[in-house]
C-alpha cells in the first residue's frame, strides 16, 4: 500500500524558504522527500533558511528521518539554517530515540521561536 507523500510550498517571510510535509515518509517515499528538499533552496538568491512543517506528516520512518538528516546537512554546508516545525507524536518519538532532536532545530509550534531577552 503506497500512501501519498505530498510536499508543498508555502509563504514564507523575505529570505526563508517553506515546504509542508503531509502523508507518510518511509522507504517508498523518502526518494521523493529528498527530491523536494534537494531543490526547496530554488534560484539565487540562496534562502538564509529552510523550514519544513511536518504537522501533516501522519508517520515517518528512519528513511524520511535520513532524508531530513541530508537535507539539513546540505543547508548548513552552504550556510542555510534549516528547521523542523510542528512535528507529530509519532515524529517527536522518532526524532527522540534517535537522539536526532539534539541535531535538529524544532519548533513544536509550527511558529518561529521567540527570542529570549536577557
Do not use: H, Y
Not at 502523508?23 to 523550514?51: C, F, H, I, K, N
Not at 528521518?65 to 509519532?90: E, I, K, Y
Amino acid at each position: 500500500m503506497d500512501v501519498e507523500l505530498r510536499v508543498t510550498s508555502c509563504p514564507a517571510p523575505a529570505g526563508e524558504r517553506r515546504l509542508a510535509v503531509s502523508g507518510q515518509a518511509d522507504m517508498d517515499t523518502a526518494g521523493r522527500l529528498e527530491e523536494a528538499l534537494d531543490e526547496a533552496p530554488g534560484s539565487a538568491p540562496r534562502p538564509t533558511a529552510l523550514v519544513v512543517d511536518c504537522s501533516a506528516l501522519t508517520f515517518c520512518t528512519s528513511a524520511g528521518l535520513n532524508a531530513l538528516l541530508r537535507a539539513r546537512l546540505a543547508a548548513s554546508a552552504v550556510g542555510t539554517a534549516f528547521r523542523l516545525t510542528g512535528p507529530t507524536p509519532q515524529m517527536v518519538r522518532l526524532l527522540r530515540l534517535t537522539e536526532a532532536d539534539t541535531v535538529f532545530e524544532i519548533d513544536p509550534a509550527g511558529e518561529p521561536p521567540l527570542k529570549e531577552s536577557r
